[in-house]
Each structure stands twice: as structure tokens, then as C-alpha cells.
């Protein structure tokens, strides 16, 4: 997972939400936020990977 990837589906899915409730199709809008979501949950699981990781590397370190 890098950060770009993160990064690119939420704003993906902000311009899919806005153009959805522009043009007020609500399963492009719910496929936005949906990808909103796919983003930040990307983040989410980045920050546990690199916590997990420096918790791990502070147990092993003498």
C-alpha cells in the first residue's frame, strides 16, 4: 500500500460524490463516498503496519 494509492481514491471518490449529487445519480454519489472510504481505510491500515512494525523493532532492538 503506498500513500498516492490513499490519496488517489479519496479524491476519486470526492469527485465522484460531487458529481453524483450534481447531477443527482445517488449511485455515483454512494460510489464516491464508497471510495472515499476505500482510501482512508488504506490509511488506516498503513498507520497499524508501521505501528505493528516499530513496536516489533522495539522489542528486538538490544
Known amino acids: ?3 498516492d494509492d490513499s490519496a488517489m481514491d479519496k479524491a476519486k ?3 465522484k460524490e460531487a458529481a453524483g449529487k450534481l ?3 445517488r449511485r455515483t454519489e ?3 463516498r ?3 472510504a476505500k482510501g482512508k481505510t ?3 491500515m ?5 505501528r ?3 513496536a516489533k523493532d522495539s522489542l528486538t532492538d538490544d
Not at 46 to 50: H, I, S
Open 46 to 50: 498503513r498507520g497499524a503496519k508501521e
Open 34 to 36: 464508497t471510495d472515499q
Open 30 to 32: 454512494a460510489e464516491g
Open 23 to 25: 447531477t443527482g445519480d
Open 52 to 54: 505493528a512494525k516499530g
Open 1 to 3: 500500500m503506498r500513500e
Open 13 to 15: 471518490g470526492k469527485a
Open 42 to 44: 488504506k490509511d488506516t
